[in-house]
């Protein structure tokens, strides 16, 4: 290949080509992305990551350049050298569409075999066959910009953080595997037969023992792993940015937030974002938007009718009410146009599936509202429930009766179905903090568990319930939340050793797992910890809402599907006897092919 590109060095990507170089001679390299033939007149779409420019070859051209023009086929690699000039049909779809190069030399570096798909911005390629050739797949210019982008955040944030004082610091990769709520993936160690290695959840203790050694301003763009079931929005291996912060309250950490934000939008989507973001509480976010992770740029927002329905005789409101639960709803401004009685049973089945036994509704197409449970109320009392909800001639609303914890999820995510229907969400940039997370909520066993982690500081009215009231209890952590996806998740620590102690038993563990398991972290505490707290912002989660992006599939180069596997290498993969004996491993199953 060396010898193939002797004397011939590319001056310019194809996608700077313009016509201030008109009438010079330029070098450009890439691929194939398209080759005409008309005989004494041959255009090659020459592309690489920048774009595409056109090289033409005529009757004037070397016969022996010719020869190469005519023989390129899609995807073969080329060098050229040339002198632009204005074409004289443009393509003004393409920045460089007002100029071609016209060839004097051509070289094939590569050929290539006919691609199992075409390689086009758009397609509609079977993901999965594009997964199994994603090094093709990535020469679409979709995918080639989020990279592109995702590597200008990732510089962006380095700059900002090491303006505002952060060290970077890396954190081991193989760790002591830790309760930190998903499964860990573990590594078996050779040398240790019968002990494993478990890939970081996130670096969570590490970076706290590093406000203990006196680093105050700690950051890392971590990778971190969880075996857990994937979503769009979840990966089994993630980037996240990092950090801790000593001598600081929450305050603190919220601003730096805030200008790391701003910063960021900045200069990279060339957007101001206006600071102090919005601040909601968990639970004015659940009663409002029925989730922690609001997209607040649209209302719709959900309205509590309870107490118009207490003394009604219909009896899924009023068991749901005498249950301790709650009658509320959402109104779709102009749905009834949209939601038939066809479409609003689909939604009944999306509410059922979530948790909901049933959904209520209100479609107002005519004069007088056709409501599912009118025999039950008098006009009067629908009257004043529609007004409540701000339902209108031309709306549908939608209501769900029972425990708060599932009446308020399921008219969230009702929310964004129709929302997204309707086509009601605007183009823009909604920042928001969620604070005040409850402490503790129960595990499908009924059992306290920590909704965060347990290193997390309680507030500090809400000490003397730790014991007697755990679901009182609310937690000095915070959440930035960005079009309804959440970003970043972080804390206030706990630094006094015996509450540490008294956290980790309230949630169940005996003296001895506390010792096995953060032993070393309870007693760092004991040689004097500042006050920390830090936060985890989720780098592809950023970068897949900056990119428009539908999957964190979009925005990283090599990523696994649903079952946890990556298609093109065919991990997770068998090793050989010879290892697994090594490692002190014997399968008591032959793995699945």
């Not at 194939?32 to 004494?40: A, P, S, Y």
């Not at 939608?398 to 914890?405: M, R, T, W």
């Not at 505490?525 to 897949?544: F, K, N, V």
Request: net charge negative; with cysteine.
């Amino acid at each position: 290949m060396a010898d193939l590109m002797t004397g011939m060095k590319r001056t310019h990507y194809c996608g700077e080509v313009s016509a201030a170089d008109a009438g010079k001679e330029v070098v450009v390299g890439g691929f194939t992305n398209k080759q005409r033939d008309k005989g004494e007149l041959v255009f090659i779409d020459l592309r690489d990551r920048t774009g595409i420019v056109q090289l033409v070859f005529d009757d004037t051209t070397d016969r022996a350049v010719m020869a190469k023009a005519k023989e390129a086929r899609s995807e073969y690699v080329l060098m050229a050298r040339g002198v632009v000039r204005m074409r004289e049909a443009p393509n003004p779809e393409i920045p460089t569409g007002y100029v071609e190069i016209y060839v004097t030399e051509l070289r094939i570096l590569a050929r290539a075999q006919t691609p199992p798909f075409h390689i086009t911005d758009s397609t509609d390629t079977n993901e999965e066959l594009r997964l199994r050739y994603r090094y093709l797949d990535l020469r679409r210019r979709e995918l080639q910009q989020n990279i592109i982008k995702r590597a200008k955040i990732t510089s962006v944030a380095h700059q900002f953080f090491a303006d505002e004082g952060f060290i970077e610091i890396d954190t081991p990769m193989m760790i002591k595997s830790t309760p930190e709520g998903a499964r860990d993936y573990v590594v078996p160690s050779r040398v240790h037969k019968g002990a494993f290695y478990a890939l970081p959840q996130s670096p969570q203790m590490y970076k706290q023992l590093l406000m203990i050694s006196g680093f105050d301003k700690y950051v890392q763009f971590a990778r971190c792993f969880r075996d857990e079931d994937l979503r769009a929005d979840r990966q089994p291996e993630f980037t996240q940015i990092d950090l801790e912060m000593s001598f600081v309250d929450m305050e603190d950490i919220l601003a730096m937030g805030e200008r790391f934000v701003k910063y960021l939008m900045k200069n990279v989507m060339d957007v101001d974002i206006p600071t102090p973001l919005p601040r909601l509480t968990y639970q004015e976010s659940m009663e409002r938007f029925g989730t922690d992770k609001p997209d607040i740029r649209y209302g719709m927002e959900l309205t509590n009718i309870s107490d118009l329905v207490a003394d009604s005789g219909f009896g899924v409101f009023t068991g749901a009410i005498a249950a301790g639960g709650s009658v509320r709803g959402i109104t779709v401004k102009g749905g009834a146009s949209v939601y038939s009685r066809k479409e609003i049973d689909k939604l009944t089945e999306q509410a059922k599936g979530i948790g909901a036994k049933g959904l209520a509704f209100v479609r107002w197409v005519d004069e007088k509202p056709s409501c599912s449970f009118a025999k039950f109320f008098s006009e009067e009392q629908l009257a004043a429930i529609l007004q409540r909800l701000g339902c209108e001639r031309g709306d549908v609303a939608l209501i769900v009766a029972d425990k708060d914890s599932v009446t308020l999820p399921v008219l969230g995510a009702l929310r964004t179905t129709c929302a997204k229907r309707m086509d009601m969400i605007p183009e823009g940039w909604a920042y928001v903090w969620i604070v005040e997370f409850p402490f503790f909520e129960k595990d499908d066993e009924g059992n306290w568990v920590a909704m965060h982690h347990p290193f997390t500081m309680p507030m500090d009215e809400c000490l003397p319930y730790l014991d007697s009231d755990p679901g009182r209890v609310r937690a000095k952590c915070y959440d930035l939340v960005l079009n309804g996806v959440e970003l970043s998740s972080g804390s206030m620590r706990i630094t006094d050793s015996e509450l540490q102690q008294h956290m980790f038993r309230s949630l169940g563990l005996s003296d001895e797992e506390i010792e096995a398991k953060f032993g070393f972290l309870v007693d760092a505490y004991h040689y004097g910890a500042p006050p920390h707290g830090g936060m985890g912002i989720g780098l592809d989660r950023l970068t897949m809402l900056l990119c428009g992006a539908e999957s964190l599939r979009d925005v990283t180069a090599f990523p696994k599907v649903q079952s946890a596997s990556e298609l093109m290498s065919g991990c997770p993969a068998p090793i050989d006897a010879a290892q697994l004996k090594e490692l002190g491993i014997l399968l008591e199953t032959q793995p699945e092919k």
